[in-house]
């Protein structure tokens, strides 16, 4: 299945799923007319960096390298963080984030890859940078300014607007791309689609729900960034627990590298906050 519709029958599945869950907990909300042109860019971002993410490997670039760049959000997090006033960047918490992104790149494996430039590289930095895009826009929706939705009503307005908006762009991409990874359509069987709802349920709707949980008040834009490195972590810990793949001692030093500059910024925050 081309990403397109991957993503497209994913998106399906997260507005059905918390509609359901919305509806049950009496929590279900009409959007304000002046919120709408909000979640019309918030979807829209959504979409494109979803699809990005997963178009990487739709052009051939290698899992771990795709993780790789995609996690290179940090940089841009802090700099989106400093740019619009929200956080000081000072060279101590720049050269953390850089510990924490060379962490990721020595856990997936990518420093030692023979990797070759082309387009999915190009999606997978794209990605990383839109992730930032997304944090940034995710901590609006959560604060003061939309108050008045739950977080799982702010994540379904979000998908509500990625649908149709994904489909623009699918539509636009068909007319410049014939890679049938990308952009193709097929009919998907049944097992298929238990494994997108699936997706869907485990890999979308849980952790982007408790991403708007957070609260924008007790973890500062680039504290969010690190933390969120625990992913490529996570995925170098299930490789042994679960598949038994050997881990080389240079993706011990990644794992720890990403540990300790998360431990850093914490320690850092702390003490700010105290003065």
């Known amino acids: 299945m081309s990403s397109l519709e991957q993503l497209l029958l994913r998106l399906c599945f997260s507005v059905v799923t918390l509609f359901v869950v919305l509806l049950v907990k009496k929590r279900l909300r009409f959007i304000r007319r002046r919120d709408v042109p909000f979640f019309t860019a918030f979807g829209l971002l959504y979409s494109l960096f979803a699809f990005s993410g997963l178009s990487s490997i739709a052009f051939g670039t290698p899992i771990a ?116 990874l990308f952009v193709g359509l097929t009919a998907p069987n049944y097992f298929q689609l238990g494994l997108l709802f699936l997706f869907a349920l485990i890999s979308t709707v849980l952790p982007y729900g408790l991403l708007n949980y957070v609260k924008v008040e007790e973890v500062s834009p680039t504290t969010e960034g690190l933390l969120l490195l625990g992913d490529p972590l996570m995925h170098t810990v299930w490789a042994i627990l679960f598949f038994q793949q050997y881990v080389t001692a240079i993706q011990y030093v990644g794992g720890a590298l990403i540990l300790l500059s998360t431990a850093i910024n914490l320690r850092i925050t702390a003490r700010n906050n105290s003065l």
């Open 65 to 180: 390298v795709s993780i790789a760049l995609v996690y290179t959000q940090p940089i841009f997090t802090a700099m989106i963080a400093w740019l619009t006033g929200k956080e000081k960047i000072t060279p101590v918490r720049l050269g953390v984030v850089l510990m924490g992104v060379l962490g990721v790149f020595l856990v997936s494996g990518l420093l030692t890859s023979n990797v070759q430039f082309g387009l999915g590289l190009v999606f997978s930095t794209l990605t990383g940078f839109l992730y930032a895009v997304y944090l940034w826009l995710k901590r609006h929706a959560t604060s003061r300014m939309l108050v008045d939705y739950a977080p799982f009503q702010v994540l379904f307005n979000t998908f509500l607007f990625a649908v149709p908006s994904l489909l623009v762009v699918g539509l636009l991409l068909q007319n410049v791309s014939s890679n049938p």
